[in-house]
Each structure stands twice: as C-alpha cells, then as structure tokens.
C-alpha cells in the first residue's frame, strides 16, 4: 500500500468524527477522537476493499483536476 495515500486515509477518518459529526442522516456521531491504531486499521480496509472491487489509488499530479 502506498504509504502516503494510507496517511491521507488515516487522517480523514480520524478527523471525520470531530469534524463531519453529522451524518447527514438525521443522526448525530459521538465526537470521540478515534486512535492512531483504529484509524489506520480502517484506513487500510478501506484500502483492501478499493483494490478488491477493482479500483485503484493514483496521485493526480496536475494541481487544477478534479476542481
């Protein structure tokens, strides 16, 4: 697993419950920091599950995609 795209992974998913506490859903998240070990355990299923379906991760070097 590329190691930079496992940190970007990591970092969103133990943000997301502080930051993104509503789902949206008309429930509310527990703001609870999740640990360093959880976040990088489902970050890299996450990972597994992306390549199982087929999918993969690339860094896009040209700093106007995607916007």
Known sequence: MPEDVLIVITSAIKTAFIDHPSSGHGTTWDQVVK?????????????????K??????????ENAGS
């Open 35 to 51: 640990s360093d070990e959880e976040s990088t355990h489902l970050a890299k299923a996450a990972m597994v599950a992306l390549r």
């Open 53 to 62: 379906a087929g999918y993969s991760i690339s860094k896009v070097e040209d």
